[in-house]
Every structure is written in C-alpha cells, then in structure tokens.
C-alpha cells in the first residue's frame, strides 16, 4: 500500500503550493502535492496533470496520480491505466490505489495483470480495485488467467478465484466448482468457496453443505457465507439433517440456513424438534424459527425452556424475543430469576426486544449482578424500553 501522507506543522497556502511544485528539488514538489491534497487547492490540478506526465521524477509521478485520484478526476484514470501498463520506475501499489479510488471500469483491463504480481499486497490491490470498479466485463480475462496458474502458484490462483467472486462473474462457476472438488484445505479452498456465494453459483450448494461437517474451519466458516450468499432455496431442506450434527457449529449453521432462506415446508419439521428427543438440536430448531417468525412455535419453546438441563438456553430464550410475542413476558421472567445458568442472558435480551416495561424491575436487579454479563445485557435491556423513569438508573 502506499505510504501515508505526511503530516505538516503549517498548512501551505495556494500560493505557496504553487511555487513549491516548481521546484527544482523532487522532494519538495512531491511534498507541495500531498499539500495541495491536504488544502483541497483544486486550482492546482492542470499541473499535476502536467506533473504526472512529464515530471523525471518517479516519486513526484506517483504521487501525482494519487492526488488526481483524490480529486475526483475521472479524466485522468485512461492515463494512469497506461501508465500502469508502462511503468517508469513508479510504484504500482500507487497506480493502483488511484484507479481503485477513480472506479473507472473501461480501465480494469490494466489492473488485471497485476492479479499475477509476485508481490502479495500488490495482487491484494488488484483485487480490491477490481471490485471498487465492479468489473464484471473483465471476468474473461480472470478466468483465463485462472486457468491459466499452475496450482503450483498458490498465492497467485487465490488473486485470480478472489477477483472472480468480487466482480460476479457467474460463467466462472464451473471451474470454481471443480476446484472446491480437487482442492486440498487451505486458503484457496476456502476464497473458492466465498468466491461460489459471490456468483450465487447454485449448482455448488451441495457441495457447500458438505463443507459445513468437515474439519477445516475455514471452509465451514465461508462455506456458511457462500450458501446464504446464494440464497438457493433448494439449501433449508438439504442442511435440515445437519440440525442433528455432532458439532455445535455445524447444528447451528443450518439453523443459520433455515432461519434465513424461506422454506414453509420446514416449519412443522422444526417444531417437531422441540420436544427435546434430541437434546442438542432444540437449540438450533429454536433458533431456525424464532428467525422465521413462526408463531405456532411459541408454546413449545416456552414449555421446553422450563428444562434447565437442556444446552443452549439462552438461544432458545432469545427465540421467543425473535418471535416478537408478549405473552412470552412471564416465562421470560421467570428464567430470568433464575439463580444461575446462560437461560438468563437470553431472557433479559429478549425482554428488551418485547419492550416489557413490566419487567423492569427485575431487570434493574439482574443489572446489578456479579454476573457481569447478565448485568450488562440488562442494562441494555432496559434501554430498549425507552422509559423516562429508568433514566436516572442508567
């Protein structure tokens, strides 16, 4: 990335800028750019057009196109491209930083190339500026550039699978798909799978479901990402077995899946799990219809939230405040009074969120606890309510 700008004792007037950029010393007329920057002296920006030229200093050019950039003008992306595409001894991470600021597409093609730079913040660059452009009419060249990177060079084909999910480029989804097969746990794995989200490359979620049980962390993390990403509603009813999972990361990023992407036929399967037959799924069942706002759950997540021995208590306490019901009040009081267990933080939350001005009380109690949690989760319980008697509590 390029330096930060320098910081000045005084700010130099036009007049002072101007003269400055004159100067026989390449130091100075850099400095007077960065202050022309800093001034926002517009009166200067035919010369540093001029400068970004002409000037026979590589620093001075740079710096000049940085501050084109900061003012906006679009003007001068055509020919920071080409020079971007002609280097004179200037730092591209500049270049790159004044295109990404301009997004100008019609210029993306110049940035492609620097996906395969053998410097790793540069391609980062490139990839960044890339998506500031939204450059989707360049995803031919990604993708041949893609395919072109050995796997061999694994930095440079991760430069590659980033860009073609930042700028959408759908028809790239079936090499993304046959690397999200071939590919061994990594971080090109895992940028394939948020790079298959990006496309909304549906054809993948199956593959993106099975990711959610295996061991590389970083794979169910964005293989989460990537199926939300794709909002398939094929995906609900394919992640509803993992519900049951013997990981809790795994149980609750289906309940994320089918609390999220519509599936109405899902609603009776979910309220099933309630029953607590299975200890571990009541949770993420819970969670899955709070987020849908299925009413006709709220009774039998009320009765089974009376069980103090099941798992993940203050999700399922949490879904009652999610289905947006206040007859949920006394249940939540009463887990709320509780003399320990997580059931707590989910009860004070949720009588926030239902604005239960009647448990106020209870509240001011429970935020003074040595719980520290409890108390600051109270505190911002009673917040939400809004109540101008509460204000000197606060």
Known sequence: MPEPRQTYEKTMTLQQ??????????????????????????????????????????????TAALALADFGEKR????????????????????????????????????????????HSIRLQAVAALEQMNARSVGPQILTGLQKTPASEADRQR??????????????????????????????????????????????????IKALQADFVKGRENSLQAILDTEDPRAPSLSFPLIKNERRETRFAAA???GTIADPSLNEKLVSLIDGAYPDAVGPAAYALGR???????????????????????????????????????????????????????????????????????LMKTAQSRDQRLAMISVEAIRMMRDPSTLSFL
């Open 17 to 62: 800028v101007q003269e400055a950029l004159k100067s026989k010393t390449w130091s100075e007329r850099s400095t007077a750019i960065l202050a022309a920057m800093d001034g926002n002296h517009r009166e200067v920006i035919p010369t540093l057009y001029e400068l970004f030229e002409k000037d026979d200093n590589a620093a001075v050019r740079q």
């Open 76 to 119: 001068a992306a055509p020919l920071i491209a080409q020079r971007l595409g002609t280097l004179r001894g200037e730092n591209p991470a500049y270049l790159l930083d004044a295109l990404s600021r301009l997004s100008v597409s019609s210029t993306a093609t110049a940035v492609v190339p620097y996906l395969g730079d053998e410097n």
């Open 159 to 208: 430069a590659y699978i980033m860009a073609l999910g930042k700028v959408s480029y759908e028809p790239a989804g079936p090499v993304l798909l046959q690397l999200a097969r071939t590919l061994d746990d990594g971080p090109n794995l895992a940028a394939t799978y948020l790079a298959l989200g990006r496309i909304k490359y549906r054809p993948a979620t199956p593959i993106l």
């Open 256 to 258: 994320e899946i089918i």
């Open 292 to 362: 849908r706002k299925y009413q006709p759950a709220r009774l039998p997540i009320e009765k089974i939230l009376a069980d103090q021995e099941l798992p993940d208590r203050e999700t399922i306490a949490r879904s009652l405040g999610w289905l947006g019901d206040k007859e949920s009040v006394p249940v939540l009081l009463e887990v709320l009074k509780e003399d320990e267990g997580e059931g707590r933080y989910g009860a004070a939350w949720s009588l926030g969120i239902l604005e239960a001005r009647e448990a106020i009380p209870a």
